[in-house]
């Protein structure tokens, strides 16, 4: 598949995406959406992939979404258009995604990282919801996951003074997993990724849908699913050779299923 907005490579059992629209800072307009869609299907339907890894540049993960391809948009355009409503692939994504993010993390940037399951962030990164400053709020997100990551006083400091939050300050509020100096982003990110896709996939894929599904639930049912999911696993191949491997002193050797 070739694409005109993303790098799309596979590295043994991880799969990367790299933003790739350096003129506009890897602004999100519709191509790239559909193409980070297409290669996020690709990768979940590739068996051999065990987790994903976005990123872009060292300046940019992304802008936010492309001011200029929206700036002429009228409400109806974007209610019947439901404007930017398919994009959020990663997010539906059920393999574990990984945002690695140097540089700007923007309005859609920042949610765009956010829909992943973790971000790990260089030392330079900033993330941002600056969609008030012109006259919008954030649409792919933001106003919730950002909340449910950083807080309700955070959440309203950053989404209505669009104000930039460092790496630190991004790290200190639970926005991100982990720093890492920028040299080092992508290294952290590729053995993260690699760590995570050396497990058996469907407890990885189960162990995702458990924590995600705390955003969605009571304590007591999130705790009941996570009970029916635990007991699931006692199903598989892997959880035989995994604890079978632990007695034996040996690594476990998964095989999916
Ligand atoms: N859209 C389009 N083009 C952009 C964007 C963007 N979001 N961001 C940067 N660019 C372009 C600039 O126009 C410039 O192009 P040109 O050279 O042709 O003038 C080029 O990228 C480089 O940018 P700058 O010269 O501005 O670079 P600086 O280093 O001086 O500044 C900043 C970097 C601070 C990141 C600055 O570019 C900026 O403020 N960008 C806009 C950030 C922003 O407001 N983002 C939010 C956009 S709204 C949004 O994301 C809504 C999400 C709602 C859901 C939609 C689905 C995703």
Redesign the pocket.
């Known amino acids: 598949m070739t694409y005109q907005t993303i790098q799309v490579e596979t590295n043994g059992k991880v799969g990367v995406i790299r933003l790739n629209r350096p003129?506009?800072?890897n602004?999100?307009n519709s191509e790239l959406?559909g193409e980070v869609g297409e290669a996020i299907a690709a990768f979940e339907a590739d068996a051999g992939i065990g987790c994903i890894v976005l990123t872009g540049s060292e300046k940019?993960f992304a802008?936010?979404?492309?001011?200029?391809e929206m700036a002429g948009k009228d409400y109806m355009d974007a209610f019947f258009g439901n404007f930017?409503a398919d994009?959020n692939a990663a997010a539906r994504a059920r393999k574990p995604v990984i945002a690695a993010v140097a540089g700007?993390a923007?309005?859609?940037?920042c949610?765009l990282a956010m829909q992943c399951d973790m971000i790990i962030a260089a030392d330079n990164a900033k993330f941002g919801q600056?969609?008030i400053?012109?006259g919008?709020i954030?649409?792919?997100g933001g106003t919730q996951r950002l909340t449910r990551a950083i807080g309700k006083a955070k959440a309203m400091d950053m989404i209505l003074t669009g104000r930039m939050m460092d790496a630190t300050e991004a790290e200190r509020s639970g926005l991100v997993a982990r720093v890492v100096p920028l040299a080092d982003l992508m290294n952290e990110a590729m053995k993260t990724a690699n760590t995570i896709a050396s497990m058996s996939l469907p407890s990885v894929m189960l162990a995702k849908e458990a924590v995600n599904r705390a955003f969605e639930t009571t304590l007591a049912e999130g705790v009941l699913f996570e009970s029916r999911v635990f007991h699931s696993l006692f199903a598989t191949a892997d959880q035989k050779e995994g604890m079978t491997a632990f007695v034996e002193k040996r690594a476990a050797k998964f095989e999916n299923k």
């Open positions: 003129q506009a800072l602004a999100l959406a940019a802008a936010g979404a492309d001011i200029k930017a994009w700007f923007l309005g859609g940037g949610e600056p969609e400053k012109l919008i954030p649409g792919i």
